[in-house]
Nanobody, 125 residues
Framework: DVILVESGGDLVEAGGSLRLSCAAS????????INWFRQAPGKEREGISC????????YYADSVKGRFTISSDSATNTVYLQMNSLKPEDTAHYFC??????????????????WGRGTLVTVSS
């Protein structure tokens, strides 16, 4: 079975940093793109970043560009999301998702094949 497990969510002050992890198992890591989504209370789910080991392509939403960095470790099948300069509006549940499509489709949650359960990030002002 495909399993994605997120970790690293926490309560942090504005301007602080967190690193989220997405541990993947049950599939060939390089066959999928790994995407990060977030969903704030009362808002739609937003695709914010994507990476793939197939061709090294990356994607960042404008809302996180320059502050967040996605990376992957093929040895441990783990994808990380380093989040710096956090803002209160970054408060959300963060999910990782695996897709067979490339990162140009990473804003479309319906194109994700597998999802983790999420981890909560709260940024206080």
């Amino acid at each position: 079975d495909v399993i994605l497990v997120e970790s690293g969510g926490d309560l942090v002050e504005a301007g602080g940093s967190l690193r989220l992890s997405c541990a993947a198992s049950g599939f060939t890591f390089g066959d999928y793109t790994i995407n990060w989504f977030r969903q704030a209370p009362g808002k739609e789910r937003e695709g914010i970043s994507c990476t793939t080991t197939r061709d090294g392509s990356l994607y960042y939403a404008d809302s996180v560009k320059g502050r967040f960095t996605i990376s992957s470790d093929s040895a441990t099948n783990t994808v990380y999301l380093q989040m710096n300069s956090l803002k209160p509006e970054d408060t959300a549940h963060y999910f990782c998702a695996a897709s067979l499509y490339d990162c140009s489709f990473s804003i479309y949650d319906y194109m994700m094949a597998h999802w983790g359960r999420g981890t909560l990030v709260t940024v206080s002002s």
